[in-house]
């Protein structure tokens, strides 16, 4: 299937590795131009090595941290007019929820919460100006359903998740689609972390709590960055019109529930 945005321009966040560079690498091969970033240029680049190779749009990078104020301004300045953007950035570390002050709060709420409204704020209206646009914000499956380890992430996703399904009501009208895409266990950093919690806790090695996991999920596996990219990039597409404020689950059938 041709998506219909070759051409298009796209931010991508925190893309060096994991999702994010799942998402744009299935971009770049639908021809679309993006701007990606993350904090490690040297990563950066070498995953902007490997994006070119593909043949297909180009590619920028901006070596910032994505949720400073100033990280953002850096990446529209480069990309200032981007048709697709995708709000995603490294989540709060697990832990208890008694031993979170204040500043863990803000700092979450910072980069898992405020951090894609304010990106949504600053391209949102082109968008609408130009009768395109997609925007998608990986979160988390915790969404759905909260993990208990993962209480600050939980809070953040949660209220961001809130606030897009009151504006994604109101710019779909102009062809300008805003979605959440909920990976579940995807093979990532993220998930690594994850687990080397939960087998210390568990008193096992990693490789028996990573067997364990993936063996309970109903797909028998995780997930890959590959297949999160593809499903980011069809909503992202010409044909993705009339989805808006969902939030759409990727996590190979863990989720029990019916709705």
Request: proline share 4%; hydrophobic share 40%.
């Amino acid at each position: 299937m041709d998506l219909g945005i070759a051409g298009k321009k796209a931010i991508v966040c925190a893309a060096s590795k994991g999702l994010g560079k799942g998402c744009a690498e299935s971009l770049v091969k639908e021809g679309v131009d993006v701007t990606i970033c993350a904090r490690t240029a040297e990563t950066l680049e070498a995953t902007a090595d490997e994006l070119r190779a593909l043949g297909g749009g180009s590619v920028t990078t901006v070596a910032c941290d994505i949720t400073s104020e100033s990280g953002r301004a850096e990446i529209l300045k480069a990309c200032p007019n981007p048709d697709i953007l995708v709000n995603n950035a490294g989540g709060p570390p697990p832990g208890d929820f008694r031993d979170w002050d204040r500043d863990d709060w803000i700092k979450a709420v910072d980069a898992n919460m405020l951090t894609p409204i304010f990106l949504i704020k600053a391209t949102v209206d082109g968008m609408i100006d130009r009768k395109f646009g997609r925007i998608v914000n990986i979160t988390s499956s915790a969404v759905k359903a909260p993990i208990d380890i993962l209480g600050l992430s939980n809070g953040a996703r949660a209220g961001l998740t809130g606030f897009v399904a009151g504006i994604a009501r109101k710019t779909v009208r102009h062809n300008v689609t805003i979605n959440g895409l909920l990976p579940g266990p995807f093979y990532t950093d993220r998930l690594i972390s994850n687990l080397k919690v939960n087998a210390e806790k568990q008193g096992l090695s990693f490789d028996e709590m990573a067997k364990q996991r993936a063996e309970g999920n109903p797909a028998g596996r995780f997930g890959t960055a590959e297949e999160f990219g593809d499903y980011c990039a069809y909503l992202c597409s010409a044909q993705a019109g009339f989805v808006t404020g969902q939030n759409l689950l990727m996590d190979g059938g863990a989720f029990p529930g019916t709705l």
